[in-house]
C-alpha cells in the first residue's frame, strides 16, 4: 500500500449516523505520528453508540463526561474504566447530537514498500506477545500510549492536527516555528506533512526530556504524539471506505450490561487482529 494513496478523513464522514460510520471505519487507517515518524493502524473492529442507547455514556445526560459527545465530529473520546483501563472513541453525528464509535482493535500495517528505507515512516512489527498487541479496547490503548490526559477531546482530522502544531504553508523562505526548527517551502504534500510532524514531535520530545532531566525524574518520559484518520485503500468517495459488505461481521456489542441486544458490533471477517482472535491462538 502506498502512502500516496493515503486520504485523510474528513468532517462530513463522521457527521453520518453512528451505526453507519462505524460499519464504514472498518479498514480505515488510524495514524499515529512522533518522534520516530508515522505508524499506521488498520481498524478492523468497532462499535457504536448513540444518544438514545441505554449503553451510551450520553444517554439520558448532556453534562459531564456527556458534554462532549454533542460538540463537533471526529474529535476523540477517551474514558477510564474498571480503574485501570482507557477506551478510545470517535465521536460521531451533527454537532448537538450525540454518538461515538469505540474502536475495538486495530491491524499495525505498512504504509510504504520501502519501509525499511524511509526513515520518516514507520510500523511497528508484530509482537509475538498477543497481550501487547492492540486487539481489545484496553490493549489498544496501552500499545499506542492513548489516555484521557493526551487524548480525551483532541480532533482527530489531519488538518486540525496541522493547525495545532502551528503548520504553515509557505510559498517563499522557510518560516521560524515555536519549537525552533524551520518550515521547508511548499510544504504541502503528504510526505512534506507526515516529516513536518515528525519534526515537530521530536522537537517536544526533546523539551519534555531536558524537563525531565531538570526535575530529576527518573521515569521514562512517554513520546508526545498526533493522531488523525484516513483512508489509504482508494474510497468510494460517495459512500467512505471500500470494503466488500461479505467482508463486514455484525454481531451484539461485548462488555456491556445494558441493550445488549443491540446488534452494533462491526468487524472484518477472518482479521487476526479482531479482539479475542489473537488470545484464543495461544
Known amino acids: 500500500m502506498g502512502y500516496q494513496q493515503c ?109 525499511t528505507e524511509n526513515p520518516d515512516y514507520y510500523c511497528p512489527p508484530k509482537d509475538a506477545d498477543p497481550l501487547k498487541a492492540p486487539s481489545g479496547p484496553a490493549r489498544l490503548c496501552k500499545a499506542l500510549g492513548i489516555t484521557t490526559a493526551n487524548t480525551n477531546g483532541s480532533p482527530l482530522l489531519l488538518q486540525s492536527l496541522l493547525e495545532k502544531t502551528h503548520y504553515k504553508k509557505s510559498d517563499h523562505q522557510p518560516s521560524s516555528h515555536p519549537l525552533g526548527q524551520k518550515i521547508p517551502a511548499n510544504t504541502d504534500s503528504w510526505q512534506a506533512q507526515m516529516a513536518y510532524l515528525k519534526t515537530y514531535y521530536t522537537a517536544l520530545a526533546k523539551a519534555a526530556q531536558r524537563e525531565s532531566l531538570i526535575k530529576k525524574h527518573k521515569a521514562n518520559v512517554p513520546l508526545p504524539f498526533g493522531l488523525f484518520l484516513a483512508c489509504c485503500d482508494l474510497p468510494n468517495p460517495k459512500t467512505g471506505l471500500l470494503l466488500s459488505p461479505d467482508m463486514i461481521v455484525t454481531t451484539p456489542r461485548v462488555g456491556i450490561s445494558k441493550a445488549k441486544d443491540f446488534p452494533w458490533r462491526f468487524y472484518i471477517e477472518g482479521n487476526p487482529y479482531v479482539s479475542g482472535h489473537l488470545l484464543k491462538s495461544v
Do not use: W
Open 7 to 115: 486520504l485523510p478523513l474528513q468532517t462530513p464522514f463522521f457527521s453520518e449516523d453512528t451505526v453507519t460510520v462505524a460499519r464504514q471505519l472498518l479498514n480505515g487507517i488510524l495514524c499515529k505520528v512522533d518522534a520516530r515518524g508515522l505508524q499506521a493502524f488498520r481498524i478492523v473492529e468497532t462499535e457504536a453508540y448513540t444518544e438514545d442507547d441505554p449503553a451510551c455514556h450520553a444517554y439520558q445526560r448532556k453534562t459531564g463526561r456527556a458534554a462532549l459527545f454533542y460538540q463537533k465530529p471526529a474529535m476523540a473520546y477517551v474514558y477510564f474504566v474498571y480503574g485501570m483501563h482507557h477506551c478510545f472513541n470517535i465521536i460521531t453525528e451533527p454537532e448537538g447530537k450525540a454518538g461515538a464509535v469505540l474502536i475495538r482493535a486495530l491491524a499495525p500495517v505498512l504504509l510504504s514498500d520501502t519501509e
